[in-house]
């Protein structure tokens, strides 16, 4: 007896399947089967395509928030060329292009979720990677008017692809969480996170590729101040040249993101579709193709799977979900230890100024030294403390846990931020650079990876993304209140010798 012919669906990155489990009679106990074909899985290429595939959101996410770092002095230089500001960008609009991705991103995080759960990972997947690339495209082509200033064009762009990028957050950890194998699933994750550390990376590089560039323009200016002529037009194509980059990447994964087959546990929770689920699970497993559903086989199984089948999630069901006191202890957990992560995170990256000029990275000699070494000074601290962390991470988690990383890394965290706060001024230049370097290796290998991993894991599928986003969405407000408020306070009362008299406190 021939097998009934099956669908054909999904890509290299995202499996489908070859055959169902129709010899059995229990929808339940074929789900349970069906989701076994995942669980036991082996660690592929496929995982390895799910991860670069998946994380090339954060790829793109953390290049374009530490590519602006860079564009935003080489835009001071470009449209602040007066007595007054001499090159540099006033603070109030540095901070707000800086604050306005994760103002964005907070938006785009709750709702994304909400709609992940609400109209299926598939449906939703692809936008957001959408909107990162065509604002970073949009970014680049920003410039000066007489009706709209620049900064006012960027804000706007920001928030727009803050949008896109928060979205990325629920959606790529649920996905990535929903098609990996529960015995590697929590590296695999991990994985698709460590794409930040490759995307800061990769904006440093790009800053110093574009620099050298165009060192004949920039060599003979002594300062951001004296920049004038082919020096500004040459910072001007500078600055757009890295910003533009950010976005290439996100067109070799929007195929993938846009053929996506439904995640098989979706489709099994929130669909009842057992004889698709079934399917979408033998394709991820096994990578083979297909021709058609059965349409009798698949009537019957519908049939069967009718007094199961409850309605889409909506907003009372999440809400009712959500205000269970256990489920809301949980919600609360992941929330707010991701916001007080990233006030951390925010806040100790104020001191990168001072560590650059303990490396002997400050801002001196030529303006083409000046931008050469921040660029120099940031590749060397990010290799040196945050991408180890974030695969110390990858290779760890599924051996020691969740909770222990998460645990052990805030408490390493707050022994160190104590250290740095009480003996700021007693520090040498080594001991600063060092505990700054222990201070990235303990955010990824501790909180900054797993609170990203544990709420992609604990809420049931019909809910999980909306958790997630809302999760997510509070780490970012972390972000913002970091980033309005510890900035001024780090500069009250500063002077020419002393431009950062708070960072003690703040730390």
Known sequence: MHSPPLS???????????????????????????????????FGWYHVRLAVVTGIGFFTDAYSLFAINLAV???????????VNKGVMPHNADTAIKVATSAGAIFGQVIFGYLADV???????????????????????????????VV??????????????????????????????????GGIIAAVFAMQGLGQLAAALMALVVVAAYKKDLMAVPDVASCSGDCVAAVDKMWRIIIAFGGIPGWFALYYRLTIPETPRYTFDVLYDVEKASMDTRRYR??????????????????????????RPTVGEIFRYYSKKRNFIRLFGTSFSWFFLDLAFYGLSFSSASLLSTMGFDKRGSLYE????????QVVLICAGAIPGYWMTVFTVDRLGR????????????????????????????HLLA????????????????TFITPAEIFPTRVRSTGHGISAGFGKLGAVIAQIFFAPMIKRGATHDNPTPWIHGVM
């Open 8 to 42: 054909k669906a999904g890509n290299s990155a995202y499996h489908d399947a070859t055959s169902v489990y129709t010899h059995i009679a229990d929808p339940n106990e074929r789900r349970r089967m069906a989701l076994a074909e995942v669980d036991k899985a082996p």
């Open 73 to 83: 002095i080489m835009l001071g230089i470009v449209y602040w060329q007066d007595d």
């Open 119 to 149: 109209l299926g990972r598939k449906k939703m997947y692809g936008v957001e990677l959408m909107i990162i690339i065509s604002t970073t495209l949009a970014q680049s082509l920003c410039g000066e008017s007489t009706a709209v200033s």
């Open 152 to 185: 006012g064009v960027l804000i706007f762009y920001r928030v727009v692809m803050g949008i896109g990028v928060g979205g990325d957050y629920p959606l790529s950890a649920v996905i990535t969480a929903e098609f990996a194998s529960t015995r590697n699933r």
């Open 286 to 311: 096994y990578g083979k193709a297909g021709n058609t559903v059965n349409p009798v086989e698949q009537a019957q199984v519908r049939r069967d799977m009718a007094k199961y089948k409850t309605p």
């Open 370 to 377: 000046n931008l050469r070494n921040t660029a120099t000074g």
């Open 403 to 430: 909770r222990p990383i998460q645990i052990g890394g805030f408490a390493i965290l707050t022994i160190i931020f104590c250290v740095l706060g009480f003996a700021w001024k007693g520090l040498t230049k080594i």
């Open 435 to 450: 505990l700054y370097v222990l201070a990235q290796f303990f955010f990824n290998f501790g909180p900054n990876a797993t």
